[in-house]
């Protein structure tokens, strides 16, 4: 299998859960990244500067990372620009009728056994496959 890495992905998972219980505790905020970013296009008085930091750190740690492992940033698309913008719509909408992203339910709400999140990251995840699948077998990949 190749790009296979489980030490080094479990090590981002665990600090994906390090930092999503940090945002808990000393912000009493879920890190749901579609709930995150929504706040700064729309924004409220003193709830605007730790989402800007968060969103920032987020772009940050991504460009250390190209800096220091620019193998770990390279991408491989297989299917066309249309999919990938299709796609990316498809999230937006689920992110609003679900009422949250996969990392706010998936990692925050998972994490804290909630069962409207357990039962969103199911879904996300079983149509997320279904879809895939069907792009790529029916659809021909668009």
Same mark, same amino acid.
């Given at each position: 299998?190749?790009?296979?890495?489980?030490?080094?992905?479990?090590?981002?998972?665990?600090?994906?859960?390090?930092?999503?219980?940090?945002?808990?505790?000393?912000?009493?905020?879920?890190?749901?990244?579609?709930?995150?970013?929504?706040?700064?296009?729309? !924004?409220?008085?003193?709830?605007?500067?730790?989402? /800007?930091?968060?969103? *920032?750190? #987020? +772009?940050? =740690?991504? $460009?250390?990372?190209?800096?220091?492992? !620019?193998?770990?940033?390279?991408?491989?698309?297989? /299917?066309?620009?249309? *999919?990938? #913008? +299709?796609? =990316?719509? $498809?999230?937006?909408?689920?992110?609003?009728?679900?009422?949250?992203?996969?990392?706010?339910?998936?990692?925050?709400?998972?994490?804290? +056994?909630?069962?409207?999140?357990?039962?969103?990251?199911?879904?996300?995840?079983?149509?997320?496959?279904?879809?895939?699948?069907?792009?790529?077998?029916?659809?021909?990949?668009?």
């Amino acid at each position: 299998m190749e790009g296979f890495t489980p030490v080094l992905s479990t090590i981002g998972g665990a600090l994906i859960g390090l930092a999503a219980i940090g945002l808990l505790f000393a912000n009493g905020r879920i890190a749901g990244i579609s709930g995150i970013t929504a706040g700064i296009l729309r !924004p409220r008085k003193n709830d605007t500067q730790w989402r /800007v930091l968060f969103v *920032a750190g #987020l +772009l940050l =740690g991504a $460009l250390l990372i190209r800096w220091v492992h !620019p193998e770990a940033m390279a991408i491989r698309i297989d /299917v066309s620009n249309a *999919a990938v #913008l +299709l796609g =990316g719509f $498809l999230v937006g909408i689920g992110t609003r009728i679900g009422n949250g992203c996969t990392s706010g339910h998936g990692v925050c709400g998972v994490g804290r +056994l909630a069962p409207r999140s357990l039962v969103a990251s199911a879904v996300f995840f079983s149509l997320a496959v279904l879809t895939s699948w069907l792009i790529r077998h029916v659809a021909g990949g668009l």
